[in-house]
């Protein structure tokens, strides 16, 4: 087994409601992250998977220290990271753990060239002499695939492809161990989705680096991951290994969303699985297990009871779900 690198400790996140919302919603609070708990090890890819609004993109955010956390405790190489967020002990940590966005057009100053815009990360973390520092871009921009001639442009003078790979040049900058790639390629047509999923795949092989990867297309997450966590309304629902969970999902959320994702071969036959409604209000979660509201198999237990987070199966394999024996 691979060293811990991350370790998320029952995480929990709350968040006020806005002034847009009715006055009676107002100052209720929404956990939208409730009491999640997983490790990510040296030098694989773990997928975060689930709906949007399940949580994901604020766990990666938690685990940068971009949020604090409401309640748990996130740890790097076995040291409990800073919960106050810009505080000074987190200025030698962002050189170890880096993001890339899911807009890269949002990630980058229109108004600043693309070389400039990663040279500023190399002055401002010190990184090499300054007569150095064009050369280290030039090498950066060769290490995505990008000719050197693209440090003279601007984002809108490039494509969207292109701009994904300038902001994980940025993020390599620093040489991180640790990457959040929160939904890196869900903006990116087809085709340069996989040249940009074939391009983190070499760059973690070349420079052992290891990756949250947080998307909602799991047939991208079973190309690139080493294993998954599954989450609905703020929860972990399941985890394991990639091939495991995909051959024999253990609860019934997972199984629906395996069964709902396109097939690469339209005649192969398929498992069908279908969940009916939209996700609870969360300022009115139901009792018991949060998805016994859309769940065919649900049960007055699943009313009643929340499930445990428990160990079913192979080892590594973990479900929140009372009947997992018997899917």
Not at 122 to 150: C, F, N, P, W, Y
């Amino acid at each position: 087994m691979s060293t811990p690198l991350v370790e998320v400790l029952g995480l929990h996140r709350n968040f006020r409601g806005s002034r847009a919302l009715p006055f009676f919603w107002r100052h209720r609070e929404i956990c939208a992250v409730q009491d999640v708990s997983f490790t990510i090890f040296e030098g694989e890819t773990l997928g975060l998977v689930g709906e949007s609004g399940c949580g994901k993109s604020t766990i990666g955010r938690l685990v940068l220290g971009l949020l604090a956390p409401s309640a748990g405790v996130v740890r790097y190489r076995d040291t409990p990271v800073p919960s106050t967020p810009g505080c000074v002990e987190w200025s030698a940590l962002r050189r170890e753990m880096q993001m890339v966005f899911q807009d890269p057009f949002g990630a980058l100053n229109p108004r600043l060239t693309i070389g400039w815009q990663i040279r500023e990360v190399l002055d401002t973390h010190g990184i090499g002499a300054l007569k150095e520092r064009e050369h280290q871009v030039k090498a950066l921009l060769k290490a995505v695939g990008l000719e050197s001639h693209m440090m003279t442009r601007y984002p809108h003078q490039i494509s969207g492809g292109q701009l994904q790979r300038v902001v994980i040049s940025r993020a390599l900058a620093v040489s991180p161990s640790f990457l959040v790639c929160d939904e890196p390629v869900s903006a990116l047509d087809v085709s340069i989705q996989a040249q940009v999923i074939n391009l983190l795949q070499d760059l973690q092989e070349e420079r052992n680096l290891t990756y949250l990867f947080i998307s909602h297309d799991l047939s991208i997450v079973r190309h690139i991951c080493d294993r998954i966590v599954v989450m609905y309304l703020g929860r972990l629902v399941e985890s394991g290994p990639v091939g495991a969970v995909f051959a024999t999902p253990k609860h019934p959320y997972t199984r629906a969303l395996i069964a709902a994702a396109p097939s690469p071969v339209p005649t192969a036959e398929r498992r069908t699985f279908v969940i009916e409604g939209d996700p609870p209000s969360p300022f009115n979660l139901p009792s018991g297990c949060a998805f016994h509201t859309r769940c065919p198999l649900a049960t007055q237990e699943c009313v009643t009871t929340r499930p445990a987070l428990r160990s079913v199966g192979e080892p590594g394999r973990l479900t929140a779900c009372h009947h997992a024996e018997t899917l």
